[in-house]
C-alpha cells in the first residue's frame, strides 16, 4: 500500500514524526510543493496521513504545501474520499464530519503550553512534551506499510495513551479527543438494490436501442479538473428526440442545480451514434 505524509515544515510539530518512522517508502511532503503535485500525490496514493497545526476548515499551510492558506482544505476533499485517512490537527473533528470523510481523526488536541492555558488544563512543558512523544510513539507503533485495520488501531492508542492519562491532564484532554469514523460496510440490502437498478437500467437501454429510439444521454460532473479530473456524480437522462435539440430544460433540474455550482466542467455522451462534448462552467 502507497502512503503519503502531509506534514508542514514547522519545528513546533516536529514531535509528530514518529508516527510514520515505521512506514518505508512512504512519500512526505513538507515543504515548497505545487499545488500540480499535491493532487498528483494524493491521487496516486492510498493511504493519506495529514497532520500540523490547524483549524477546523482544514490543516494550515505554514510552508508551501500545495497554495493558500490550507494544505488540506475544502479543495481537497473530493481527492481525499476512498482512502484511508488519518487527521491530525486542532478541531480535525469539524472538518472531518462537516465533509463526511472517514478514517482516524483528532479535535482540539493540546500539544503546546498556550494551548493548555486556553482550554484550562494546567499544564508545564515537559507534561506537554511527555503527552506528545507518548501520542506519537503509540501512534507510530501502529503503522507499517500493511493495510491499516483502524478500528485495532484507534483502540490500541486510547488505552495505552490512557496510561499517560492517569497521570497527565493533559493525555487524559487529549484522550478524549481521538476518534474514529469507520467505512460503512455495504449490506446484503444494500447490494440487492444497487444490482437491481443496475439491471433496469440496462433494461430500459436495451429496450431504447431496439425500438431505434436511443434517447439516452450520460452526464457527468468533474470536480478539481485537472487532465482528466475527479468524478464527482453521473446522471442517466432518457429523452426525446424533440428535447435533444435544446439543453435550457435540463437547467431546470434537481440534479443541475446541486452539482453545478460546486463542478469545473460537465461531460456529456450521447449512448447510441459516438458524440461528445464538453460544456465548460468556468
Not at 512534551?129 to 507503533?141: E, K, V, W
Amino acid at each position: 500500500m502507497k502512503t503519503l505524509i502531509i506534514h508542514p515544515d514547522d519545528r513546533s510539530t516536529d514531535f509528530l514524526r514518529p508516527i510514520y518512522q515505521n512506514i518505508k517508502g512512504a512519500t512526505v511532503l513538507t515543504k515548497n510543493i505545487s499545488n500540480y503535485r499535491l493532487k498528483k500525490e494524493i491521487r496516486s496514493h492510498d493511504q493519506i496521513l495529514m497532520m500540523g497545526h490547524g483549524s477546523p476548515y482544514g490543516l494550515l499551510n505554514y510552508s508551501g504545501v500545495g497554495d493558500g492558506l490550507y494544505a488540506v482544505g475544502e479543495k481537497q476533499v473530493p481527492l481525499l474520499r476512498n482512502k484511508h485517512c488519518i487527521f491530525i490537527w486542532c478541531n480535525a473533528d469539524q472538518f472531518v464530519n462537516r465533509y463526511q470523510l472517514k478514517g482516524l481523526y483528532t479535535g482540539m488536541f493540546i500539544s503546546e503550553v498556550s494551548e493548555s492555558i486556553f482550554c484550562k488544563v494546567p499544564a508545564d512543558q515537559g507534561t506537554v512534551d511527555t503527552s506528545n512523544s507518548r501520542f506519537a510513539d503509540i501512534l507510530g507503533g501502529t503503522l507499517t506499510d500493511d493495510l491499516p485495520d483502524y478500528k485495532m488501531i484507534f483502540e490500541h492508542v486510547k488505552i495505552s495513551y490512557e496510561e499517560l492519562a492517569t497521570v497527565n491532564k493533559v493525555a487524559s484532554y487529549n484522550n478524549q479527543r481521538w476518534y474514529f469514523e469507520p467505512e460503512v460496510a455495504p449490506t446484503l440490502c444494500s447490494k440487492i438494490k444497487g444490482a437491481m437498478q443496475k439491471i433496469f437500467f440496462l433494461a430500459v437501454l436495451v429496450s431504447s436501442l431496439s425500438s431505434c429510439s436511443p434517447y439516452v444521454y450520460e452526464v457527468t460532473y468533474y470536480q478539481e479538473l485537472e487532465n482528466t479530473g475527479v468524478l464527482a456524480t453521473t446522471d442517466y437522462i432518457y429523452v426525446s428526440k424533440k428535447d435533444t435539440v435544446c439543453w435550457e430544460w435540463y437547467k431546470e433540474t434537481s440534479t443541475f442545480k446541486k452539482m453545478m455550482p460546486k463542478s469545473d466542467s460537465i461531460t456529456i455522451t450521447y449512448w447510441g451514434p459516438r458524440r461528445e462534448w464538453k460544456a465548460p462552467n468556468k
